[in-house]
């Protein structure tokens, strides 16, 4: 059974930063993609970045300049650096993982980020 597992998630303060980390377990086979999404409270759940097995990153537009999405060679290990958050950003963070090009395989069960002073 494949599982994900984040960490790192917590409370920073508004311009300040924090690093979120996951890990999948359950499986030999190298992820095509991984990624990182959000859900804030009363919203749909966004892409926040993603990286190849090859690790191309992407970012959406907000995420740009501030956060670095980090992979492990082809191990099914990814890291994300977040700076200069805000209050906004305020969600849960989850990481996700595919075996193929498109879409979602698997998801992890979510850390808590709280942006606040």
């Known amino acids: 059974q494949v599982e994900l597992v984040e960490s790192g998630g917590g409370l920073a303060q508004p311009g300040g930063s924090l690093s979120l980390s996951c890990v999948a377990s359950?499986?030999?086979?190298?992820?095509?993609?991984m990624g990182w999404y959000r859900q804030a409270p009363g919203k749909q759940r966004e892409l926040v970045a993603e990286?190849?097995?090859?690790?191309?990153?992407v970012y959406e537009d907000f995420a740009k300049g501030r956060f670095t999405i980090s992979r492990n060679g082809a191990e099914n290990m990814i890291y994300l650096q977040m700076e200069s958050l805000k209050p906004e950003e305020t969600a849960v963070y989850y990481c996700?993982?595919?075996?193929?090009?498109?879409?979602?395989?698997?998801w992890g069960q979510g850390t808590q980020v709280t942006v606040s002073s």
């Open positions: 996700s993982g595919s075996l193929r090009p498109d879409g979602v395989d698997y």
């Open positions: 359950g499986t030999t086979r190298s992820f095509y993609g």
């Open positions: 990286i190849t097995r090859t690790g191309i990153p």
